[in-house]
């Protein structure tokens, strides 16, 4: 404020020299020093309303300038005014219109000028210089590949950032008809579609050195050689990252660079998630996760506490899994976070802890998946995916959990393997129970032979059921994407079990969003207009071959020369193609994107019921086969079914 008041007084001065006025006063008498005091009043009164001292100027831009302009403009037009008031009183010679303007122009420039100076400055090299410490680290040379616009901001913030990271060497421009050669804040663009590849190879042959490689935000999207990009990149030892936005911009700016993961380079195109509304179903509930400890039940729990959960409560029987899941809560949430060690199947425990906690909605996300695995550990598979469900289900209902939600799977349609019918076996007991608002009386040990009983009569419930099915998660425990990983990192073979393998494909946090928009739908249909079973739009499925060799050149090696890739066979329970909906599915379009709604026969619950002992019997009995045939009867459609403690009907289902 002092600097631009004394510039002020420099203008008025020169204003009068330049244009050789002769004042027919002193400028040091009694009557000059009050018209001195009188003008710095006004220009410090007129520069603050203008907005001049709102601005941080390492940040100050076109706008900012202009504020400068307008508050000489005004302050030029009232000492002008000013001026005609007074002379109309009492004339004073030497004053005319060219001392105005000229003191117009020699004010915007001399206010102007230091604040442009120190911009120039701070985006400058020589400050980076004069303001590094002798600890700081090598600045890294960078290359940007997005739109010009983002450029500008990544340019400008790298420059800006205190210790600065990273310097912008050259930008590669996504659009075909920017000017090439030209210098943004004096960084040249050396690229234009359709040349980025070839102009990034002749980069990192040496003729730049190069650190970084960033991307700008939705890059995946705008650039058809994004993943062969990112491959070139790793070869040849860059680091890859994705400008994803800007954070303490009150602390000199910085960069949100995320790193390039394997969700990015398939290119599924991102669903906008409706986060206000997700928040106003979420915020101030009590939320329970069971399988939170897993890597959708994970996500889940931050995803609850992000949103504003009053509280959430993990049941999960893996102890380094919540010791994991502990590790990644924000200091500021884990007062709301309570994890147990316990197995879904373990009623009574399970029982004590809803019924404590209270809980506005049960995510069930508890499930064994691995499909070879639970071809042999079939008894396992039966008891977490159905009893376990079973059970969550039962407790909720007898809690009065208002809603309970299901995570399914697109292996339950048209099952093949042992996770498939389970799968499809839970989400039968769900939509039953979600068709008659019903639940099953409880089930317990029956001490006289070991075997757990089922009594036939069930009682009204409020609790909404809902399952919502989806295919495989980037990045989950046991998916393709950490086994190739692992076999990449160990130099080799990745194994593919089938070249024309395909499979849906969505990222974690993608499915958690939508699964809790899901809910949120749910929680206001009613009547002819409800569902049971919410099926997640996937996009395109995707080949295991090309997700394979997509993640080599990604480690920056080359698919069959650097690592091999070997066919092993399909493995039991395995198909070559997954669907998200039967043939007897109606899928219903609904006003979310990405989401549908499911109709389907839905097996009454007094033939669960029934099938249950049977289950149970083939179960104790180490019968697979007598087993699985039961699980078919929860989702076929005749009209009988065996009688209790009698053999199951055949079906033509076959299970690896």
């Excluded at 959708?296 to 994991?324: H, P, T, Y």
């Excluded at 093949?416 to 019918?421: A, E, H, K």
Aim: charged letters at 20%.
């Amino acid at each position: 404020m002092i600097q631009d008041l004394v510039m002020v007084l420099v203008a008025v001065a020169l204003s009068l020299i330049l244009s050789q006025s002769r004042l027919s006063f002193d400028a040091f008498s009694f009557a000059g020093l009050a018209c001195w005091s009188l003008i710095v009043l006004a220009a410090h009164l007129l520069f603050r309303t203008s907005g001049l001292y709102n601005t941080v100027w390492r940040f100050a831009s076109t706008p900012d300038f202009f504020n400068i302009l307008k508050g000489c403009g005004s302050l030029t037009v009232v000492l002008y005014l000013a001026s005609l008031a007074f002379r109309f009183f009492h004339p004073v010679a030497g004053l005319n219109e060219r001392q105005f303007i000229v003191f117009f122009l020699v004010s915007f420039t001399i206010i102007s000028a230091p604040r442009l100076y120190y911009r120039f400055l701070r985006d400058g090299a020589s400050w980076r210089i004069l303001r590094r410490a002798p600890g700081d680290g090598p600045v890294k040379q960078a290359l940007f590949i997005g739109r010009l616009s983002e450029a500008d901001v990544i340019v400008r913030f790298t420059r800006t950032a205190m210790p600065a990271e990273y310097a912008i060497a050259g930008i590669m421009a996504t659009e075909m008809d920017a000017p090439l050669g030209t210098k943004i804040q004096g960084v040249p663009v050396v690229a234009l579609r359709p040349r980025l590849l070839e102009v990034l190879e002749d980069y990192v042959k040496g003729t730049e050195n190069l650190d970084l490689l960033i991307f700008g935000n939705g890059a995946e999207r705008d650039i058809e050689d994004y993943a062969e990009l990112v491959r070139v990149a790793r070869h040849s030892g860059i680091a890859v990252v994705q400008f994803s936005g800007l954070s303490e911009l009150g602390q000199g700016g910085r960069l949100v660079l995320d790193t390039v993961e394997m969700e990015t380079i398939m290119r599924r195109s991102a669903v906008a998630t409706d986060t206000t509304r997700i928040g106003a179903f979420v915020a101030g509930k009590r939320v329970m996760v069971t399988g939170g400890a897993g890597s959708i039940g994970r996500v889940l729990v931050k995803r609850a506490l992000e949103l504003g959960a009053e509280a959430v409560l993990v049941a999960d029987n893996s102890e380094f899994g919540i010791f994991q899941l502990d590790q990644l809560i924000a200091d500021k949430d884990r007062e709301r976070l309570t994890s147990r060690i316990v197995d879904v199947t373990d009623r009574p425990h399970m029982m004590r802890l809803v019924s404590e906690f209270k809980p506005a909605i049960l995510f069930h996300a508890a499930a064994l998946k691995h499909v070879p695995l639970l071809e042999e550990n079939w008894e396992a598979a039966i008891e977490t995916n159905v009893f376990g469900t079973l059970a969550c289900a039962e407790i909720a209902a007898e809690c009065g959990v208002p809603q309970f939600l299901l995570i399914s799977s697109d292996k339950a349609v048209d099952p093949t393997s042992v996770l498939g019918v389970t799968k499809r076996a839970a989400e039968q007991i769900v939509s039953s129970l979600h068709e008659t608002h019903a639940t099953p009386s409880r089930l317990h040990a029956a001490a006289a032979n070991g075997h757990r009983a089922v009594a036939s009569s069930v009682h009204r419930s409020g609790t909404k059921f809902i399952a919502v099915r989806f295919g495989n998660v980037f990045g989950s425990n046991g998916s393709v994407a950490t086994i190739f990983q692992a076999q990449i990192e160990a130099g080799g073979p990745v194994t593919i079990t089938d070249r024309r393998m395909t499979r849906y494909f969505m990222t974690v946090a993608e499915a958690v969003d939508l699964v809790i928009m899901s809910a949120a739908d749910a929680e206001r249909r009613q009547g002819k207009d409800d569902y049971a079973i919410y099926m997640l739009d996937m996009g395109k499925p995707v080949p295991i071959l090309e997700v394979a060799e997509t993640m080599i050149r990604m480690a920056g090696k080359s698919p069959y020369t650097d690592i091999p890739i070997r066919f092993t066979g399909i493995r039991p329970g395995e198909k070559l193609h997954e669907t998200l909906h039967g043939e007897n599915e109606e899928v219903v379009k609904l006003d979310i994107a990405k989401i549908f709604g499911l109709r389907s026969d839905v097996v009454q619950w007094r033939r669960i019921e029934a099938a249950l002992p049977a289950l149970l019997a083939a179960t104790h009995d180490h019968d697979k086969a007598a087993a699985l045939d039961v699980l078919a009867g929860f989702y076929q459609a005749e009209d009988d079914l065996v009688a209790r403690g009698q053999a199951a009907p055949k079906t033509a289902v076959q299970i690896g």
